[in-house]
């Protein structure tokens, strides 16, 4: 008998505050508002008005902060390259598939 093992992960770690994120991704709270205003990164609000952000989100933090310092691009103009690297990998993903298929 086989059966995968999963690492479970609480709905209340799954979301950081905006503090927690802020530590964990060395960036001030400040810029990381202005990375989610922007889009480029994604949070849920609660009633309260409190910023909680998916742990995940930290590996979008690190791209932007690579596409910042490799190519000294504005944050609007990394979410138009953000969009487009993320279109080009559905693309090649699905032009994978079809080569798999044609085999």
């Not at 770690?13 to 060395?26: P, Q, T």
């Not at 990164?41 to 690579?66: F, K």
């Amino acid at each position: 008998m086989s059966y995968a093992m999963v690492r479970a992960v609480r709905p209340s770690l799954e979301r950081l505050s905006l503090e927690e994120f802020a530590v964990l991704s060395g960036l001030h709270p400040d810029l990381i508002r202005r990375l989610v205003a922007l889009g480029l990164i994604e949070a849920h609000c609660d009633t309260a008005g409190t910023l909680w952000i998916s742990r995940s989100e930290l590996a979008a933090v690190a791209r932007v902060q690579r596409l910042r310092a490799g190519f000294a691009l504005n944050y609007a103009a990394i979410g138009l390259v953000t969009d487009l690297l993320d279109r080009i990998a559905v693309l090649e993903a699905a032009l994978r598939a079809a080569q798999r298929q044609g085999r």
